[in-house]
């Protein structure tokens, strides 16, 4: 017995009966798998993290997006009213539109270029359609309501008269 004992207690080797093994064998392997299971949770709770802080990224970026619609169109009321006004208060309107222009600007808005551009529909709406065939196909001849686009992100598309040559104009096409 006590030979017994002295064999299982080496430091290099370990005498185990079928069952401790298969015992043991079994503990290793719960023991991986609960290891795995934790690297998965650690991994998804890494990219739950990483998508949240997107979503608060785009939040905090588009969070104004309906009060900065509403200012674009007193905006282009301004901007109508300085087209049809008397000249001689045209200066303090002009003053007006500047520090608006200013202002959206460093919101992060910006217009979107349309005139004399080839037609994106995410980017234009077309409302009219002309055939001249001295221009290009698909070309923005006219801005009936200028677009916007906040931070890259389109507020609302340039309202634009779109050159046709070919197709019957109906409906853009």
Do not use: W
Not at 10 to 25: I, M
Not at 31 to 41: I, N, V
Not at 145 to 170: A, I, T, W
């Amino acid at each position: 017995m006590e030979l017994l004992n002295e064999l299982e207690t080496t430091e290099d080797s370990v005498l185990l009966s079928k069952e401790e093994y298969a015992k043991l064998k079994e503990k290793a392997k719960q023991a991986e798998e609960l290891l795995d299971k934790y690297l998965r949770l650690q991994a998804d709770f890494d990219n739950y993290k990483k998508f949240m802080d997107r979503q608060k990224a785009t939040y905090l970026n588009y969070g104004n997006e309906r009060i900065l619609k509403e200012l674009i169109k007193l905006y282009d009321d301004l901007k109508r009213a300085i087209n049809a006004h008397d000249p001689k208060s045209d200066k303090g309107l002009i003053l007006i539109l500047n520090k608006f222009s200013a202002l959206l600007r460093n919101e992060g808005i910006e217009p979107i270029e349309a005139e004399g551009k080839k037609f994106n529909p995410d980017l234009h709406e077309c409302m009219m359609v002309e055939q001249n065939p001295s221009l290009e196909d698909e070309v923005n001849t006219e801005v009936l309501e200028e677009g916007y686009k906040l931070k890259g992100k389109v507020l609302r598309p340039s309202k634009v008269k779109v050159n046709k040559l070919n197709g019957d104009g109906k409906n853009g096409s």
